[in-house]
């Protein structure tokens, strides 16, 4: 997509009676084939793998964070080097997020968690043990305090704009507020509001920008719907942001479903969601990665997802194979010398065995990352893959079951 006019998003095949489907999005720097995970990079790098690597395992898109790449080498920089995927040696398609999970994450200093109760205790002042609030929020915009070295920084919605600008990804998301569960109602209520507003202000900076940034590819913008486990706040928030079309009359390009998600209602208020969004512009999922989450999401009409999730764990010696999740530097695997998985065909797999990798992990050595990363985000690319076929071959529902008993078999015993 070299301009804002051509389209951005064709649908493929439908799931009957479902939400779900098969899609394209079509970008400046290639179509992304949904659904379709995407791989996070939060610094313009996945930790432990090379760009090319992440090429090689088949991910389509990468995505980095807006507010990292602000403070650490800055935005300017990025811009000045041709932009984010010529920066780090991707060609590929890029997103940014925009710096609302850290509105949540350094305010409350929670990692992101998509199993959080809903039961729980709610609190507006509610804080992680050990942790300093460093996001303070109010209506125009949140005053952040660097992790780096404790300087003092204002991100509003129209920041946050010029930072993704400068960026230059070629999908990026409105500045938003992301709540927990823990939240009060009430405080629900004026964030998914608050959010609106900055919506409406992120749209009208995003085509002031595109106007200025002559030459530059089109970036194509999504809104983030919020509004946590109320049907009635996620419904108003996915229809009053597409009232949102700006001074062209354009408005986003698609959306971000996001917020602090009840593991046990995903699929029900992705439902919600998506039953308001129009159904021409593709839906992302932010913060998922677990297997049945994705067949669920899907389902109920996600396109595409991003997780740290699946690098993460693996720099701890946790392992996704179609029979579950392991940990490899435990004693069982130090004299098995066979791949991680036999039917993966990731270089770690073809190339290493699980005694290898058990000794690089006891070791300390910085190659067990490396091997385990190439690994997990393989085996969830591949699944989101295998999904988007399951459903052009009509059997989604054939492989979910067989994928889902599989993978959980152990759960069950």
């Known amino acids: 997509m070299s301009n804002p006019n051509d389209p951005f998003f064709s649908i493929g095949t439908r799931l009957e009676d479902r939400l779900g489907r098969s899609g394209t999005i079509h970008t400046p720097h290639g179509d992304i084939e949904t659904p379709a995970f995407i791989a996070v990079g939060t610094k313009a790098?996945?930790?432990?793998?090379?760009?090319?690597?992440?090429?090689?395992?088949?991910?389509?898109?990468?995505?980095?964070?807006?507010?990292?790449?602000?403070?650490?080498?800055?935005?300017?920089?990025?811009?000045?080097?041709?932009?984010l995927g010529k920066f780090m040696n991707w060609a590929g398609p890029t997103f940014t997020d925009s710096g609302g999970f850290q509105v949540m994450s350094l305010g409350v200093g929670f990692k992101k968690v998509i199993s959080m109760d809903a039961s729980r205790v709610e609190?507006?002042?509610?804080?992680?043990?050990?942790?300093?609030?460093?996001?303070?929020?109010?209506?125009?915009?949140?005053?952040?305090?660097?992790?780096?070295?404790?300087?003092?920084?204002?991100?509003?919605p129209e920041v946050s704009m010029q930072i993704q600008h400068r960026l230059g990804a070629d999908i990026m998301f409105a500045f938003d507020e992301l709540t927990t569960l823990m939240n009060t109602r009430g405080y629900q209520e004026m964030s998914v509001d608050r959010t609106q507003s900055w919506a409406r202000r992120c749209v009208l900076e995003h085509e002031r920008l595109t106007a200025e940034r002559v030459g530059k590819p089109y970036q194509a913008l999504f809104g983030v719907v919020q509004g946590a486990q109320y049907e009635d706040l996620r419904r108003k928030a996915a229809h009053d942001l597409e009232t949102i079309t700006g001074e062209t009359g354009r408005g986003f390009d698609g959306y971000g479903i996001g917020g602090a998600l009840e593991k046990q209602n995903l699929g029900t208020i992705t439902r919600w969601v998506n039953e308001e969004l129009p159904e021409h512009k593709p839906r992302h999922m932010l913060g998922i990665s677990e297997p049945d989450d994705f067949f669920t999401a899907i389902e109920n009409g996600a396109d595409t997802f991003d997780c740290v999730n699946p690098s993460r764990v693996a720099r701890n010696a946790a392992i996704y194979v179609p029979t579950g999740r392991f940990n490899i530097?435990?004693?069982?695997?130090?004299?098995?010398?066979?791949?991680?998985?036999?039917?993966?065909?990731?270089?770690?797999?073809?190339?290493?065995?699980?005694?290898?990798?058990?000794?690089?992990?006891?070791?300390?050595?910085?190659?067990?990352?490396?091997?385990?990363?190439i690994h997990n985000e393989r085996f969830t690319v591949k699944l989101v893959d295998d999904i988007r076929a399951s459903i052009e071959q009509g059997t989604f529902y054939e492989f979910k079951d067989e994928f889902l008993g599989r993978f959980y078999a152990s759960k069950k015993v």
């Open 45 to 83: 790098s996945v930790k432990a793998v090379l760009p090319e690597a992440m090429k090689d395992l088949g991910a389509q898109a990468v995505l980095a964070n807006a507010y990292h790449l602000y403070l650490q080498p800055g935005s300017d920089i990025v811009d000045e080097a041709g932009g």
């Open 329 to 373: 530097n435990t004693a069982k695997h130090r004299r098995d010398f066979t791949p991680i998985d036999e039917n993966c065909d990731c270089y770690t797999c073809a190339n290493y065995t699980r005694a290898y990798i058990h000794h690089l992990f006891k070791a300390k050595e910085m190659l067990a990352s490396t091997l385990c990363t």
């Open 123 to 156: 609190s507006d002042d509610v804080i992680a043990e050990g942790k300093e609030r460093l996001a303070h929020v109010d209506d125009d915009g949140v005053t952040f305090t660097s992790h780096l070295d404790g300087s003092k920084h204002r991100f509003t």
